[in-house]
């Protein structure tokens, strides 16, 4: 029986890769789009999470790296200027948000039902919780959990362990639901946990092994449609 519900915060709830896209847009003389995805992707995913896990957190060190590659001098001066900028676009995910129509209702569903409601995100997980909450005037989350509040990274299948032991639900009584392959679904369904990818950008992966999500939609519409029948 399913007893909780973990919900991502970042382009599941919130449409996170547009606020930073439209505060980098400009930065180094490059595009936002561009400049966001080689953070993201190049640098975050491929260098840190491969050979510098444990400077995770460290967003100084992500800028050095991103302007080596970007074959620009790591200088005081533009790392300062790209720190801000991030600042300040992660601070807008909860001051200033940008929510996917489908994630109040989604939530509000959620809620009726009598789920344990858990928010598991990268960092700043209560103010992402309290953003939400204040924004539709409604407490929906039991708990919020981050990276930086569990001390593992979403893609360490620990990261799952742990908010299992603290919520007190068996991996069989509880689904995660994520946009995200690496963090929200293979840790989880690792162990034990079933897992909703919520595709909306109709994006292609090539899963490996047992790491294809139980379930696959475009929205949380459909994830709730999924819900029922779990």
């Keep these: 029986m399913l007893k909780s519900v973990l919900v991502d915060f970042d382009n599941t709830l919130h449409d996170t890769d547009r606020k930073f896209i439209e505060k980098l847009n400009g930065l180094f003389g490059m595009d936002g789009k561009t400049l966001y995805e080689i953070y993201l992707f190049k ?4 260098l840190i999470h491969k050979q510098f896990l444990n400077k995770h ?25 790209f720190l801000t900028k991030f600042k300040q676009a992660e601070e807008e995910c909860w001051s200033n948000p940008i929510y996917f129509e489908d994630a109040i209702p989604f939530l509000d569903s959620l809620k009726s039902k009598g789920y344990k409601i858990c928010l598991s995100t990268g960092i700043n997980a209560k103010k992402k919780a309290q953003g939400i ?32 032991e603290i919520i007190k639900v068996s991996p069989n009584e509880a689904v995660s639901i994520g946009d995200t392959i690496t963090h929200d679904i293979i840790p989880a369904k690792s162990i034990g946990i079933k897992t909703i990818w919520v595709n909306r950008k109709n994006a292609r992966f090539d899963f490996e092994n047992n790491a294809k999500p139980d379930f696959e939609v475009k929205n949380l519409y459909e994830a709730l449609e999924v819900l029922k029948n779990l």
Aim: one cysteine or more.
């Design 57 to 81: 957190w460290d967003l100084r060190f992500h800028c050095k790296l991103l302007l080596s590659f970007l074959n620009k001098d790591p200088n005081e001066c533009l790392i300062n200027e």
């Design 133 to 164: 909450e204040r924004f539709a005037s409604k407490k929906y989350f039991d708990y919020a959990f981050g990276e930086d509040q569990i001390s593992y990274s979403k893609t360490d299948p620990n990261f799952y362990k742990r908010i299992l």
């Design 43 to 46: 640098i975050h995913r491929e």
